[in-house]
């Protein structure tokens, strides 16, 4: 059975949300899409399917946030399976204030949800006027950028270089790695938001080619392209201490990665802290593998798989990369290196 | 399945093709017509009598017809769509409510009483002899609906637990069961005197109505979306598992007791599930599209549909449990002759 491609939408209020969802509708792609809304708006609806929903955020009985989804989903898509011809994508927007963790742990924890759709990916559209009013007043505004993998930093055109820069540098100070594209009327092409297969660990590698060589540039201060240091993350201590509890940090290592080790302390890890950890990634050098190792989760939910060979004359290394509230840099440091082959 | 001769010891059958998901089926109070609502909007009135093959229907709802029941006060079908309508079958359709931006889902007739209960959104809409009421809203969704054996009673199953409304006298109040999570299904017992429900924890959790008091029956693979109860409410099956799993209830209920398992390991994942009304067999319908019927006191199963056509998504025994119609997501429709 195809499962067919979820992306979800997030950003406040106003940030340009609708406009996109306009545009994904009445661009002339072929496609069909079904667009989930919280309201029936102005849109243009054409082959396509809008349907509008009430967010029911439910927990499970076991009280785990982790395992938290949105209920009117689950009846949506079912809704959906059952309709003729096959749909070439499913958008859901979420309400401004919504935290995208219930929708995106949706796509994994409920089996009949998971057989039918993939998550694809999470865009969130930013409004560049007014995102700094907002990122402090309450958590939502960093949760959205958080989780996304693809953010569109929308308005740019209502806004001066410098406020666009301070912007952008606060974004990248919450999620370093996200796709990020500067948009005005949410302009953009569908490729860059839809079909990026985000969550797919065979193509996290394709999508990403530099992920091991990148996630330094916004330490604008700082140039590591050569560190020896296996556990170069030092600076990111004392970078991430000061700074909103919602960040990024991310762990490298020259050295082989021991297997067993590393479940052990990874499983450790997200059950322990999965609640504040949004998002992690990694691509890992373990020891006596010809292949990468690749993983990926959302809260305490973690996949994992071979992907490609490692190519000759290419330096082995592993990163891991973990988005969230509150982490601990050093225990993570440290357990990780703990890892390491000896 | 590859043993040979198999196919020609299954019972006779007769085959329709819909070409959209059969969400929903059912027969006719009757028997002699066999109401299926699909994916596409159609509502297929087949004529269990005659063997020639019906010719497609106009699209009854737009959108997906959710739902079918017989109309538990008369001929022919109610039905509901994702269109928010209700509408009743027959010579010509009528239209019963049309509720904007909601759907119809979950429907359940009782015909002792001649009572419709159909859910939209947080509500229930029922009518019965006194007329049309609304009974809610509830905490969430309502996500499944059924009438006590007597018709007394409907219990709703939502977030947190389960509501028991008093249909008679309207003015009782109605009795809240909690337990924390999402419940996706409800049955009351053939004795009323247990509701359970399927949770989105992949677990069954069951009442004692006389105490109020609980159990749960945790580890299934999936969420259990349908339950059955044995004619005699002895046993508790549901969905999900490979093969069939019936808690007994029987004296002093399953706590601490195994439930009985019996099947074909190899059928798949048991997505369907309906029980005899007045005997202790029970139909099972699985992921690979292979039908079984089990018996609960032997505790044996027969095959009589053989994997294909895609998974099975209902089932209906005719109301006199002589022939059990079969839906698939493919939209294959079998009616099965189990006089033999």
């Known amino acids: ?342 | 399945m590859s043993e040979p001769g198999f196919a020609e010891r299954l019972p006779p059958s007769r085959r329709v093709e819909t070409g959209a998901w059969v969400s929903g089926l059912t027969y006719d109070r009757t028997g002699r017509t066999l109401g299926v609502a699909c994916g596409d909007g159609r509502v297929w009135c087949i004529d269990t009598t005659n063997d020639s093959p019906p010719s497609p229907p106009e699209p009854a709802h737009r959108g997906v017809s959710l739902s079918i029941i017989a109309n538990p006060s008369g001929d022919s079908f109610i039905s509901g769509g994702d269109d928010g309508r209700l509408l009743r079958h027959g010579d010509a359709a009528r239209e019963l409510e049309s509720f904007k931006g909601r759907w119809f889902e979950r429907l359940a007739g009782h015909t002792k009483t001649a009572t419709l209960a159909a859910v939209a959104g947080k509500e229930i809409v029922v009518y019965g002899a006194s007329g049309r009421r609304v009974l809610g809203p509830h905490p969430s969704t309502v996500a499944d609906i059924d009438f006590s054996p007597d018709g007394s009673r409907l219990v709703a199953a939502h977030y947190g637990g389960v509501t028991i409304h008093v249909l008679k006298p309207a003015d009782a109040a109605p009795r809240s069961l909690e337990w924390k999570g999402s419940h996706v299904a409800v049955r009351y017992s053939p004795d009323a005197r247990f509701i359970a429900t399927g949770t989105q924890d992949n677990a069954l959790h069951v009442w004692r109505l006389a105490t109020g008091k609980d159990m749960q029956m945790s580890g299934y693979p999936v969420k259990v979306k349908q339950l059955a109860w044995s004619h005699d409410a002895r046993f508790l099956f549901g969905t999900a598992t490979s093969l069939f799993t019936g808690w007994p209830f029987a004296g002093k209920g399953p706590e601490g007791k195994p439930p009985i398992q019996f099947g074909d390991e190899g059928a798949g994942i048991m997505t369907a599930i309906a029980a005899h009304a007045a005997d202790s067999f029970i139909a099972a319908g699985f992921d690979t599209g292979e039908v079984q019927v089990g018996d609960s006191k032997t505790r044996r199963s027969a095959v009589i549909k053989l994997a294909g056509d895609g998974q099975v998504s209902a089932l209906a025994w005719s109301p006199g449990g002589w022939s059990l119609a079969v839906g698939t997501d493919q939209g294959v429709v079998e009616l099965i002759d189990l006089r033999r």
């Open chain 1, 1 to 342: 059975m195809s499962q067919v491609p979820v992306t979800v939408l997030t950003g406040y209020l106003g940030a340009g949300k609708t406009t996109l969802l306009n545009r994904i509708l009445t661009e002339n792609h072929g496609r069909k899409y079904a667009v989930v809304i919280n309201e029936f708006g102005e849109l243009g609806i054409d082959n396509d399917i809008v349907v509008g929903t009430d967010e029911e955020i439910f927990e499970m009985n076991n009280g785990c946030i982790c395992c938290t989804v949105r209920g009117d989903l689950i009846r949506v898509i079912g809704g959906l399976a059952k309709r003729p011809g096959t749909l070439d994508g499913i958008i859901v927007e979420t309400t401004g204030l919504a935290d995208p963790g219930p929708v995106a742990q949706t796509f994994f924890q409920d089996d009949e949800v998971r057989t039918r759709t993939r998550l694809d990916a999470i865009v969130t559209v930013v409004d560049a006027r007014h995102f700094l009013l907002h990122v402090d007043d309450g958590v939502e505004a960093r949760e959205q950028a958080a989780f996304a993998d693809v953010i569109l930093l929308n308005k740019t055109d209502l806004v001066s270089p410098e406020e666009l820069a301070r912007v952008e540098a606060r974004l990248r100070q919450i999620n370093p790695y996200a796709r990020l594209h500067r948009t005005q009327k949410s302009a953009v092409a569908l490729a860059e938001i839809l079909g990026r297969h985000a969550f797919d660990l065979k193509r996290i590698l394709e999508i990403e080619p530099d992920f091991l060589e990148q996630g330094h540039h916004h330490l604008h201060d700082h140039d590591h392209e050569h560190c020896d240091d296996p556990t170069h993350d030092h600076h990111h201590d004392s970078h991430h201490q000061h700074l909103e509890n919602i960040g990024s940090i991310s762990l490298t290592s020259d050295k082989p990665i021991d297997e067993q080790k590393f479940q052990r302390w990874i499983s450790t890890i997200l059950r322990e802290f999965g609640t504040d950890i949004f998002r992690s990634k990694g691509i890992l050098d373990i020891s006596g593998a010809s292949k990468k190792y690749v993983f990926q989760g959302v809260h305490m939910m973690m996949d994992g798989d071979w992907g490609n060979l490692w190519k000759d004359g290419e330096s082995r290394m592993s990163k891991l990369v973990f988005i969230g509230r509150k982490l601990d840099a050093e225990q993570l440091r440290r357990g990780f290196a703990a890892c390491a082959t000896r």
